[in-house]
């Protein structure tokens, strides 16, 4: 089991251009989450997937948006990338909200 | 408005000692609360989670106290280890929602 898989590791924007961050679980999970943290601010939750074919948003939405392609899969689009998104992306999934979530190894962005 | 606070941004411990982490949070509905422990380049895991029933929760080394008048929880590690060295998220969320609001985190240092 991988467990919860995030692409890219790495990735430096120009502002302006656009990226997929990808993520996908491998344990049948239902629930599946977008966090962002940045440094005295903890994670942040951009959006989330209650389960397939559903996603809602979360505390900070603005300038992203989520795609639940099937079960395990699981994706964050920046249309147009600004300084203010510079982090550390995390995708985490969970099989129900009474279990605790699983999370990924994170994607840190860097937007110039 | 930070929903859920870690007002310790890091915490020295000498190894063998107690650490002994804190967090309040504002939001009465909060009924679940976790902590996640963070090493870096990785994503947070599970710690140890307690209920709004319940003011005790052990694990091994780790026990969570829950004082809900106070809206105040803490994280007891006895006897801290050097590999318990990491960033302590605490986080809570309503039993049975989908969205968990963590704190900013606490870096914990156990000294060998």
């Known amino acids: 089991n991988a467990g919860v898989t995030q692409t890219p590791k790495f990735q430096v924007l120009k502002t302006g251009q656009s990226m997929t961050l990808q993520c996908a679980q491998d344990m049948n999970h239902n629930s599946m989450y977008w966090y962002r943290q940045d440094p005295g601010m903890g994670l942040r939750l951009i959006y989330y997937s209650a389960s397939e074919g559903t996603t809602d948003k979360g505390e900070v939405p603005n300038g992203y948006n989520v795609s639940r392609l099937n079960k395990r899969e699981f994706s964050l689009r920046l249309e147009s990338a600004a300084p203010s998104q510079t982090s550390v992306y995390f995708c985490?999934?969970?099989?129900?909200?009474?279990?605790?979530?699983?999370f990924g190894p994170g994607t840190r962005l860097l937007v110039l | 408005d930070q929903q859920v606070k870690q007002n310790s941004p890091s915490l020295s411990v000498q190894e063998g000692r107690i650490s002994i982490l804190n967090c309040d949070y504002t939001?009465?509905?909060?009924?679940?609360f976790l902590w996640y422990k963070k090493y870096p380049a990785e994503g947070p895991t599970f710690l140890i989670s307690i209920s709004s029933i319940k003011d005790k929760n052990e694990d091994g080394r780790f026990t969570v106290f829950l004082n809900k008048s106070a809206k105040h929880l803490s994280l007891h590690i006895v006897p801290s280890q050097p590999g318990d060295s990491a960033v302590y998220f605490c986080a809570a969320s309503d039993l049975g929602g989908f969205k968990t609001i963590f704190g900013a985190g606490t870096r914990l240092f156990v000294k060998a």
């Open positions: 939001n009465s509905m909060f009924d679940y």
């Open positions: 985490a999934s969970r099989s129900s909200p009474e279990e605790t979530q699983y």
